[in-house]
């Protein structure tokens, strides 16, 4: 009988694989569902077992609603959500520097992967995660996502991206209250570590300042054990400190 579940939406990407880590070596937890669109024989780290789900699926809505129907054996037992999915830069595009390189092409492909499947998800998983079960839901969001904390410049389609996530966020954390007061969101800043993502950027990283995905994972599995149903979306950074919008 399957009591307490974990899901992992994204979980092929580095710190993804690492939240799937930490919850199969968690006793408490019976069974990880891990969602990805990349299938499971490409994450070798994640190897097949019986605690472990693993459904592949494209990201765009009906897909996304026909995971939720596989998930609905499971409804109600997931106490941890972690929504992995965020891209900076691939082969054809790299983060702006100055206004010029500002491309919609670009803004779209980012706002989609790291702003819309994440609201869409929340939007599809109310109707497996409200219940009586208490449900933390980490979103991965970004300190260069504030808007109080903008400085200096640059990055508009990312940083943008992670602003619209945590203003969306905000937005159905209201609902939640409302509608699923067992559901608590956290926007979820993991600080620079070394993944894809992070690694042409990573010679600026001041000396002990790059993470290992181990280290960010414990750090957001002590985060979720003691956040409260407060019914408000809190930012956090690593260590657990607020983040100003
Ligand atoms: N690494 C850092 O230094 C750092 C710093 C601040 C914030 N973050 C945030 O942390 C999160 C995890 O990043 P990571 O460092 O683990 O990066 P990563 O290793 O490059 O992983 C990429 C993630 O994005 C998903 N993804 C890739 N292409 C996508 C698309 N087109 N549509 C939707 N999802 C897509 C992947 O899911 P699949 O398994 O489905 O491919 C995976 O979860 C992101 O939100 C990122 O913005 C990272």
Request: hydrophobic content about 45%; glycine content about 6%; overall charge neutral.
């Amino acid at each position: 009988m399957i009591h307490n579940s974990v899901l992992v939406l994204g979980a092929s990407g580095g710190l993804g694989q690492a939240m799937v880590k930490k919850f199969l070596a968690d006793p408490k937890v019976d069974l990880v569902v891990a969602v990805s669109q990349q299938i499971q024989a490409s994450v070798p780290e994640l190897p097949v077992r019986d605690d472990l789900v693993w459904i592949q699926s494209e990201y765009h809505e009906q897909a996304m609603a026909e995971v939720i129907v596989q998930l609905d054996p499971f409804k109600a037992t997931f106490s941890r959500v972690c929504i992995c999915h965020g891209i900076l830069h691939d082969a054809d595009m790299r983060p702006e520097k100055r206004f010029e390189d500002v491309s919609a092409e670009v803004l779209r492909k980012i706002f989609q992967a790291n702003s819309i499947v994440p609201a869409l998800w929340l939007k599809l998983l109310h109707r497996i995660l409200q219940g009586k079960q208490p449900c933390i839901v980490a979103v991965f969001s970004a300190r260069v996502g504030s808007t109080a904390d903008n400085r200096l410049g640059g990055w508009y389609a990312y940083r943008a991206s992670k602003a619209a996530l945590n203003s969306l966020l905000q937005t159905y954390a209201v609902e939640y209250a409302r509608r699923a007061k067992n559901i608590k969101l956290i926007a979820f800043h993991p600080g620079t570590t070394d993944t894809q993502l992070s690694k042409p950027f990573q010679a600026s990283v001041p000396e002990g300042k790059l993470f290992t995905t181990d280290f960010v994972a414990d750090q957001l599995a002590q985060i979720m054990a003691s956040a409260e149903l407060d019914g408000q979306l809190s930012f956090l950074d690593w260590e657990g400190k607020t983040i100003p919008f």
